[in-house]
């Protein structure tokens, strides 16, 4: 059966470590190096670590691990837990010191499901990194998506669970693979517009009762060999532009949806349009693969 992930796309390796009865986890990915990232946040309620080393006005560096992780701010711990098994292998950014690992991280919050008083550490980061491999990913409530939500906009009755979601989209000569932590206030749909949680086609409901935290993660990864932040900054958006026709509403003060982009390989004059937009189909695809990957959603 052909592989459908982003582990499609070669070199990229996915791991899981999942708490299933507290309900939370860590999603770890990592890529070939070297290569070039970009993040773009969009919600109004992020939560990140080293995100600032993909800023503008920083030469790019190579990112050693991606870390999603469960347990809110708590959750950042984990990434501590993957920077030492990577410090163990001596990779990093070179300096006189040693190499020094870039590992960027962002939490989901799902304090919400399972057990509140049990969050993502070290141990959890390290036990994902661990367990990577490039076949087919685990998709619905693993790692990060352990404890995620959906739907909660329209009060606590039509919530249900979410979980990850992944998909991949074939060009000619390039790859492009997305991987989603759906974990979103709003309604799901699919690109076509099919309601995927019940909500109206419209989406033109207001909020019942007050609204829940919390925040859905992207990363898309290419071997186009993309090397212009700025390129890599338009496909960010056209993954957002996924978000907003996928999840409504989405990009709320109770969302801390960011997307990575990561670039690797040496492909000669990649179609940048192409790419771009296959970065909104891949994460439209990703989005509704994490829904039919938890078909009883239901909390």
Same mark, same amino acid.
């Given at each position: 059966? !052909?592989? !459908? /992930?982003i582990t499609a796309v070669p070199g990229v390796a996915v791991g899981h470590s999942t708490d299933a009865e507290a309900a939370t986890g860590? /999603?770890?990915? /990592?890529f070939p190096e070297p290569n070039v990232a970009i993040v773009d946040v969009r919600g109004g309620a992020p939560g990140t670590r080293e995100t600032d080393a993909l *800023?503008?006005?920083?030469? %790019?560096?190579?990112?050693?691990a991606l870390v999603f992780s469960g347990g809110s701010a708590f959750g950042l711990a984990a990434a501590d837990g993957v920077t030492a098994e990577i410090e163990k292998e001596g990779r990093g950014a070179p300096t006189p010191w040693g190499p020094v690992p870039i590992?960027?991280?962002a939490i989901v919050f799902d304090l919400m499901t399972g057990d509140v008083a049990r969050r993502p550490g070290p141990e959890d980061g390290a036990t994902a990194y661990l367990a990577r491999i490039e076949d087919p990913a +685990?998709? $619905?409530?693993? *790692? +990060? &998506?352990? *404890?995620?939500?959906? +739907? $909660?906009?329209? &009060?606590p009755?039509?919530?249900r669970y979410g979980g990850v979601g992944s998909a991949v989209v074939r060009l000619e000569? =390039?790859?492009? &693979?997305?991987?989603v932590v759906l974990n979103a206030v709003g309604d799901v749909f699919s690109l076509e517009g099919? %309601?995927?949680? $019940?909500?109206?086609?419209?989406?033109? =409901?207001? %909020?019942? &009762? %007050?609204?829940p935290e919390n925040t859905t993660l992207v990363c898309i990864a290419t071997d186009a060999g993309v090397g212009d932040r700025n390129e890599l900054r338009r496909m960010a958006i056209r993954a957002h532009d996924a978000l907003g026709a996928c999840i409504r509403p989405t990009h709320t003060r109770y969302d801390g949806d960011s997307t990575f982009v990561v670039s690797f390989g040496d492909q000669p004059d990649p179609n940048i349009d192409m790419i771009q937009q296959a970065a909104f189909v891949v994460v439209g695809r990703a989005i509704e693969s994490a829904i039919n990957s938890v078909p009883d959603g239901a909390l």
């Open positions: 059966m !052909e592989n !459908e /992930t860590v /999603t770890v990915l /990592t *800023g503008s006005a920083i030469k %790019p560096v190579t990112v050693n590992v960027l991280s +685990a998709l $619905g409530r693993v *790692g +990060a &998506g352990s *404890g995620t939500t959906v +739907a $909660g906009w329209r &009060g009755d039509s919530m000569n =390039e790859t492009v &693979g997305a991987l099919q %309601p995927l949680t $019940g909500g109206l086609h419209a989406s033109m =409901e207001m %909020p019942v &009762g %007050p609204m």
